[in-house]
Every structure is written in C-alpha cells, then in structure tokens.
C-alpha cells in the first residue's frame, strides 16, 4: 500500500538553526499537530507561546552527557522508522506503546560556523552532531511513512501544503528525503575535509603528509545560468559546501555571470593575487592576454592592455587592489565584460555605473593552497595546487651573459606570467609588462612566434619565459631573430647542452629554474 498524502498530527522539531521556528511552531499547533521538542529548541517554542511536549517526558529519561545524547532512543527512532505500510511494525508500536512520529523537523549544530570563526580544536569536536544526523538520515529513509524538513526555506511551502491537502504528498516526501540527505552528506564532508586538515594520513607522519585516501566533495548549486559553455549546454554556479565561489564574490553590477565569465574571472583573479605591486591582468578565453606593474592600478591597466588591444576587446580585468576613480576611467573606452577586484571606491562605481551591462564583481584575492580536483570519466584527477616558490637564489645562470637586474626582473614577471598560461606558454615581457603571450599550442616553436607577433618591435631586449623547458635549440632561435635578450626556462632537456649553445651563439642570457609550471 503506497501512502498517498500522509495527514501530521504529531511532529518531532529539533534544530540548531532557529530561523522562523516561533512562527513554524504555531502553525503546526494551529493545525492540531503535537510538537515533541528537546533542549533549547523546546525552549524557544514555548517562550513563543508554542504547546510543546518534551522529549524526555516520551522518552523517561533526562538528557545525558551535556546534552549529548537527547534523542537516541528507541521511543524516538521506533517512532521515526516504522513502516506504516509493514503489519509487524505498527503491531510492534502498540505493543510498546509507541505513538509514531508524522514529520520530523531537524537541522544540525553549526560545525562550519565553529570552524570559519576559528574556534579551538575541542569546541569545534562539540560542533559535531550525532543525534540530529541520526534523525534525518532515518526519517529520510523512511520517507514513504514520515516527512522530513532540513531547512527553513522549506517551512512556508510545508505549511503551505498541510493547509491545502491537510498532510505530505509522497512526491514531497520524497523530494524532502532528497534534499535531508544532500544536508547530512555536505555536513559529512565538511566534518572529513576539516580532520584531513588536522590528522596525517594514516601510515604517514606529520613531516610526510600524503594526498588523502578519501575525498569528500559535496557542491552546492548557489545559481543558475543562462547555459553552460555554449548555448545549447546547461549551465549552473556551485560551491563546495561551506564555502562561497571565488572566496565569497558579490555582483556588484550588471547583467548577470555566464559560466564562461565565471571562469574568466576565476583566472585573472587567480593571476592577479600573486602578486604584490599594484597589478592589472586581463583573461581572454581563459588565458591572460596582457598584465602589468605599476605604481597605480591606472598605470597598471594601461600598460596590460597595450600588451594586446585586440584581444582586450571584451575581456575580463582583475586587479588586485581596490579600484579608485582614475582606473575606472581608464578603462572606460573599452569594452570589458567583468571587472573583479577586492573593493571598489565610491567615485570608481560611479564611473562603471555608466556602463549598464559591465559586471563589476567584488571578491578577496585568491588564497593558494589545498588540493585541486580535475573530474574524469568515472573519477577525478587530484594533485597541489601549483605555485610559484622558486626564488632568484635557487635559479641558475647557464650562460657567460648574465641578466641585467632590469632583466632579472622582467623575467622573474614573466616566469610567475607563465605558470598561469595554458601549455606550451611563452611570455616576452619589458619594464614589468607583458608584450607578448603565445599560449595553448601543440609545440613550444609557435608559441614562440604567436608571442613574437604579438610583441612586434616591442619584442627586441624583452625577457621571454617558457613553462617548460625548450626540446631543441628552434625555439630559442625563433627567439633570438625576434630580438629578446634573456630566457628563463626550467631546463631538464636531454638537449639541455643544445638549446643553452643556441643562446650562447646569439648572446642571450639564459637562466633555469629546475621547475616547470604545465597548465593543460
């Protein structure tokens, strides 16, 4: 027998989240359902002027262990896991005296909010809730017998629903079933991701740790979009459970993020926060097609965007401070798509207020670290993330020219450039601008002439860095008769010999960083 519309006459309400229970406590009780409560949730309900009966009066025992142990208890889970369509467990109810539960009302203790706040290693262990899990994940299960509410968004049209049809329908049982243990899955996976931070692997010290076993992923749909990378695909904004995209970013104005905007400024933004002087970078289709240092984030801009004016037509800009009037202004004869960056002052968002569909999105700089998960079919690639860490101490001049302290510079810029351009990538860069940025080719030659016709004149004494090293001494060539002085490179090639001959022949100067920086 399927039950159809299950009447409530007596629910079970525990919640960590007090949002809008004075007000779902009265209906219910205006609606003549029981409500079974615990803790400071009864408490709440009844200085609401809510009837409510208590859970250690059903159960005959008082909460244990600080309030630990509340609801476990046959009384309580009997009453929420019985089968109403199954003779033995409605027999074994009245055998026991046990009046069953129609709805349970339950979301659990704020674990995240504990860790964002920083709390102590042992009160965020008391964050960790045991009975309130236990409850949705049987009433969930049992979801052709009882409904269940996770979060108050669902009060209204659970309210709603009982008013008009007088109980639950099994299509929003079931859908309230979906969405409990989507709930209890994220908390799981939010509690696992926080002890893979403070416990080594097991069989690894805290020196030595490894990747974790297990990852927990759980990704939220925070919004909708238009369609996906191409019209004809759907497309949706998600994020990890917990945390907020791009560290929290707020559309300040304009018409509303594609997926593709959304991966843009997740690039530039990316880019952009590795750095300490005043920065501007602007992302074309993923890759960065000009960016800069300057004493203003004005200068900054324009000096980016003359790295390559054709491609800066309708691209996304990061800075990484906040944006003041005089940025905006320079900005304000090209079209752009998005402007990201950590604040924007006032007479800033006046000037970007002129430009309706111009999305101005505020957002912290990127913070490295943590694993970076790459889905394949049937699972996922995991690995660091990658950073710059390689310092001038630890590179090596492999040629009798040595760079310039203007040249160290510059290629210093254009080696941290390259590690956020798509492989094979070369940067030429001059005076802490990019003139030039060959990007995503099958071979490291024609990245080399991409960069070079890019930069024209501007590529004579430039800096050029690869992110990997050169297999044959071409590149270095191409190079060399497009005019740059100095390389930067990871070495590595068994042609290493080779390719640092080729810049001794054109009297380049050659540095190696023993590492590359791949981005497929």
Same mark, same amino acid.
């Given at each position: 027998?399927?039950?159809? @519309?299950?009447? @409530?006459?007596?629910?079970?309400?525990?919640?960590?989240?007090?949002?809008?229970?004075?007000?779902?406590?009265?209906?219910?009780?205006?609606?003549?359902?029981?409500?079974?409560?615990?803790?400071?949730?009864?408490?709440?309900?009844?200085?609401?002027?809510?009837? @409510?009966?208590?859970?250690?009066?059903?159960?005959?025992?008082?909460?244990?262990?600080?309030?630990?142990?509340?609801?476990?208890?046959?009384?309580?889970?009997?009453? $929420?896991?019985?089968?109403?369509?199954?003779?033995?467990? +409605?027999?074994?109810?009245?055998?026991?005296?046990?009046?069953?539960?129609?709805?349970?009302?339950?979301?659990?203790?704020?674990?995240?909010?504990?860790?964002?706040?920083?709390?102590?290693?042992?009160?965020?262990?008391?964050?960790?809730?045991?009975?309130?899990?236990?409850?949705?994940?049987?009433?969930?299960?049992?979801?052709?017998?009882?409904?269940?509410?996770?979060?108050?968004?669902?009060?209204?049209?659970?309210?709603?629903?009982?008013?008009?049809?007088?109980?639950?329908?099994?299509?929003?049982?079931?859908?309230?079933?979906?969405?409990?243990?989507?709930?209890?899955?994220?908390?799981?996976?939010?509690?696992?991701?926080?002890?893979?931070?403070?416990?080594?692997?097991?069989?690894?010290?805290?020196?030595?740790?490894?990747?974790?076993?297990?990852?927990?992923?759980?990704?939220?749909?925070?919004?909708?979009?238009?369609?996906?990378?191409?019209?004809?695909?759907?497309?949706?904004?998600?994020?990890?459970?917990?945390?907020?995209?791009?560290?929290?970013?707020?559309?300040?104005?304009?018409?509303?993020?594609?997926?593709?905007?959304?991966?843009?400024?997740?690039?530039?933004?990316?880019?952009?926060?590795?750095?300490?002087?005043?920065?501007?970078?602007?992302?074309?289709?993923?890759?960065?097609?000009?960016?800069?240092?300057?004493?203003?984030?004005?200068?900054?801009?324009?000096?980016?965007?003359?790295?390559?004016?054709?491609?800066?037509?309708?691209? $996304?800009?990061?800075?990484?401070?906040?944006?003041?009037?005089?940025?905006?202004?320079?900005?304000?004869?090209?079209?752009?798509?998005?402007?990201?960056?950590?604040?924007?002052?006032?007479?800033?968002?006046?000037?970007?207020?002129?430009?309706?569909?111009?999305?101005?999105?505020?957002?912290?700089?990127?913070?490295?670290?943590?694993?970076?998960?790459?889905?394949?079919?049937?699972?996922?690639?995991?690995?660091?993330?990658?950073?710059?860490?390689?310092?001038?101490?630890?590179?090596?001049?492999?040629?009798?020219?040595?760079?310039?302290?203007?040249?160290?510079?510059?290629?210093?810029?254009?080696?941290?450039?390259?590690?956020?351009?798509?492989?094979?990538?070369? +940067?030429?860069?001059?005076?802490?601008?990019?003139?030039? $940025?060959?990007?995503?080719?099958?071979?490291?030659?024609?990245? +080399?002439?991409?960069?070079?016709?890019?930069?024209?004149?501007?590529?004579?004494?430039?800096?050029?860095?690869?992110?990997?090293?050169?297999?044959?001494?071409?590149?270095?060539?191409?190079?060399?008769?497009?005019?740059?002085?100095?390389? $930067?490179?990871?070495?590595?090639?068994?042609?290493?010999?080779?390719?640092?001959?080729?810049?001794?022949?054109?009297?380049?100067?050659?540095?190696?960083?023993?590492?590359?920086?791949?981005?497929?």
């Amino acid at each position: 027998m399927t039950i159809e @519309v299950l009447p @409530v006459r007596r629910a079970l309400v525990a919640v960590a989240d007090k949002t809008g229970l004075p007000e779902l406590g009265r209906e219910l009780t205006s609606l003549g359902v029981q409500v079974v409560s615990t803790g400071n949730t009864a408490r709440v309900l009844q200085e609401a002027g809510v009837a @409510v009966t208590r859970v250690s009066d059903v159960t005959g025992f008082p909460e244990l262990l600080g309030g630990r142990v509340k609801t476990l208890h046959p009384r309580i889970h009997a009453a $929420i896991l019985a089968d109403r369509r199954d003779p033995e467990h +409605v027999a074994q109810l009245r055998e026991h005296d046990i009046e069953p539960f129609d709805l349970v009302v339950a979301n659990l203790y704020p674990f995240r909010a504990a860790v964002e706040r920083g709390a102590p290693f042992e009160d965020v262990i008391e964050e960790i809730d045991i009975g309130g899990p236990a409850m949705v994940r049987a009433a969930a299960k049992n979801f052709s017998s009882i409904g269940v509410v996770t979060s108050p968004d669902d009060y209204g049209p659970v309210v709603e629903e009982l008013r008009r049809s007088g109980g639950l329908s099994r299509s929003t049982r079931l859908e309230l079933a979906r969405r409990a243990f989507a709930h209890t899955a994220g908390y799981d996976a939010a509690i696992s991701a926080w002890f893979d931070r403070h416990a080594p692997p097991e069989g690894e010290s805290e020196e030595e740790e490894a990747l974790p076993g297990t990852i927990s992923l759980v990704l939220r749909r925070r919004a909708e979009l238009r369609y996906g990378e191409n019209p004809h695909q759907r497309g949706s904004l998600y994020a990890r459970e917990g945390e907020s995209s791009l560290g929290g970013a707020e559309v300040l104005q304009g018409k509303e993020m594609s997926f593709n905007n959304w991966l843009d400024a997740e690039a530039a933004r990316a880019l952009v926060s590795m750095f300490e002087p005043a920065a501007a970078v602007i992302v074309k289709h993923h890759n960065p097609c000009g960016v800069a240092l300057a004493d203003s984030l004005s200068e900054a801009y324009g000096r980016a965007r003359e790295s390559d004016p054709v491609s800066a037509f309708g691209g $996304i800009v990061a800075f990484n401070r906040e944006v003041d009037e005089a940025t905006a202004f320079a900005m304000a004869g090209v079209f752009s798509e998005v402007v990201i960056a950590p604040a924007f002052d006032a007479g800033a968002r006046e000037v970007f207020a002129r430009k309706e569909n111009l999305r101005v999105v505020r957002a912290p700089l990127a913070r490295p670290g943590g694993p970076e998960v790459r889905f394949i079919d049937g699972g996922a690639l995991v690995q660091d993330a990658d950073q710059v860490a390689e310092s001038r101490a630890d590179m090596k001049v492999v040629t009798s020219r040595e760079p310039t302290e203007e040249q160290w510079r510059d290629l210093l810029f254009a080696w941290t450039v390259a590690a956020r351009v798509k492989s094979n990538a070369i +940067v030429l860069a001059k005076d802490l601008a990019t003139v030039g $940025i060959g990007a995503g080719q099958m071979n490291r030659v024609t990245s +080399v002439d991409i960069a070079a016709r890019h930069a024209g004149p501007k590529a004579t004494d430039a800096c050029l860095a690869s992110d990997a090293f050169f297999p044959f001494r071409g590149g270095v060539e191409r190079a060399a008769e497009s005019g740059v002085a100095a390389i $930067i490179q990871p070495g590595g090639s068994v042609r290493d010999e080779e390719v640092v001959g080729a810049a001794e022949d054109h009297g380049m100067a050659m540095v190696l960083t023993g590492r590359r920086h791949f981005r497929h």
